[in-house]
């Protein structure tokens, strides 16, 4: 008979595979945060090694420390990983000396540079004794700016929810032609006229890929909104339904499959994070099943671009010689591809939450995990009541 102490912990561990750790009863920064973010932060800490090893040194040398400190940073993520696994919780003396040694890396690592060469090279490449406190700012950024992402990620269970996402991409190839089927028709419904735009093609011989880029991030930031909408509608109803044969249901296949569930458990609050966190695994599951989409809308119109548009017709709609990408082929015609595809997956994602029969299709089985997830959590919760009862 499993304890329930032990129960509990191997739910929590489900959550966090799920990619829903937020679900977890008193989930905090230095009780399960930091410790499972402490791999990523001790690869970028090492990382700054293999920097300074290639600036210092040079010949065979240069490449014998680099594959020992890629040893060093391998074994070290395996080691961590593994001590993660058991999801420990950091005291606070540990979560001061984490933070403290995270710290101090990006300041002694130019300084130690600095004082073996007295001609700093400041990531920029320039050389000179001011350009240390240039290369001290640049690292104090980046490891600023990778703390509060791998911070960001770790919160919300990113790395599991890709890793479900790609599995999930995997399995709809099999059913890709009824995917495709019965989304391009109405995309191309929509965009294909609209491809043959002379004004668009001199609009995108100008526009750059970073800007293109920018675009595409803002059809993405829509379908996210739209999809943040949608499950505020849908949360109400999930849990509000907590029936016994439900929730037994819902557990198979969990450490709480066999839990006894008599009676109707009462609804949970969901805290602020913990919607963050159910609306990240909503929308990546969207964005990813949108990029499927988006990728074949792509293909699409290169293909067709390739057939009808030829060299004469480009460079008459566009005013001047067209500019070529590195496959020969106009720069225009692979960012008008490219802005379409990402109008119509951003269309198809919206569609598909709204259109009664392609929410049939699409979007329910990407509520059904929500679903789970929160009715294994209030399980979860009951138990954990009962043990400390």
């Not at 040893?71 to 003396?93: E, G, I, N, Y």
């Not at 791998?150 to 479900?164: E, P, Q, S, V, W």
């Not at 119509?344 to 979007?363: C, N, T």
Request: charged share 15%; hydrophobic share 55%; with cysteine.
């Amino acid at each position: 008979m499993v304890s329930e102490d032990v129960l509990l912990r191997r739910t929590e561990q489900w959550f966090v595979r799920q990619g829903a750790p937020t679900m977890i009863e008193g989930y905090g920064f230095r009780s399960h945060v930091l410790p499972r973010m402490t791999p990523a932060l001790t690869f970028v800490a090492v990382g700054s090694l293999a920097w300074l090893v290639l600036q210092q040194s040079s010949g065979l040398s240069r490449w014998l420390l680099l594959g020992l400190i890629v040893a060093t940073t391998v074994s070290a993520w395996v080691l961590l990983s593994l001590f993660v696994r058991r999801m420990p919780s950091f005291s606070p003396r540990t979560t001061v000396l984490v933070l403290v040694a995270y710290a101090v890396i990006p300041v002694v690592t130019p300084l130690v540079q600095s004082a073996i060469d007295i001609k700093f090279t400041a990531p920029d490449g320039d050389r000179g004794t001011d350009s240390v406190w240039v290369a001290l700012v640049w690292f104090v950024v980046v490891f600023g700016f990778a703390f509060v992402a791998t911070m960001l990620a770790t919160t919300y269970g990113l790395g599991a929810l890709l890793k479900a996402a790609i599995r999930h991409v995997i399995a709809d190839l099999r059913n890709s032609v009824h995917l495709l089927g019965r989304a391009l028709p109405p995309m191309l419904f929509v965009t294909l006229f609209l491809f043959f735009t002379g004004e668009l093609w001199q609009a995108m011989n100008q526009l750059r890929w970073p800007r293109v880029s920018l675009v595409v991030l803002l059809f993405a930031a829509i379908t996210v909104l739209a999809a943040a909408a949608r499950l505020r509608d849908e949360i109400g109803r999930v849990e509000q339904d907590l029936r016994p044969e439900v929730l037994r249901v819902a557990c198979e296949g969990t450490p709480l499959s066999g839990v006894d569930i008599a009676a109707p458990l009462p609804p949970r609050r969901l805290t602020g994070r913990q919607l963050r966190n159910l609306l990240v695994m909503l929308a990546i599951r969207q964005l990813v099943q949108a990029a499927v989409v988006g990728l074949a809308l792509f293909a699409f119109f290169v293909l067709l671009g390739l057939i009808v548009v030829t060299p004469e017709i480009a460079e008459q709609w566009i005013g001047s010689p067209p500019a070529l990408s590195w496959l020969g082929v106009p720069q225009a015609m692979l960012r008008n591809a490219t802005l379409f595809a990402a109008f119509g997956s951003m269309y198809f994602s919206v569609i598909s939450m709204s259109d009664a029969e392609h929410r049939r299709q699409f979007f329910a089985p990407v509520l059904e995990k929500v679903e789970r997830t929160l009715e294994v959590r209030a399980v979860y919760l009951d138990v954990r009541e009962r043990a400390a009862a």
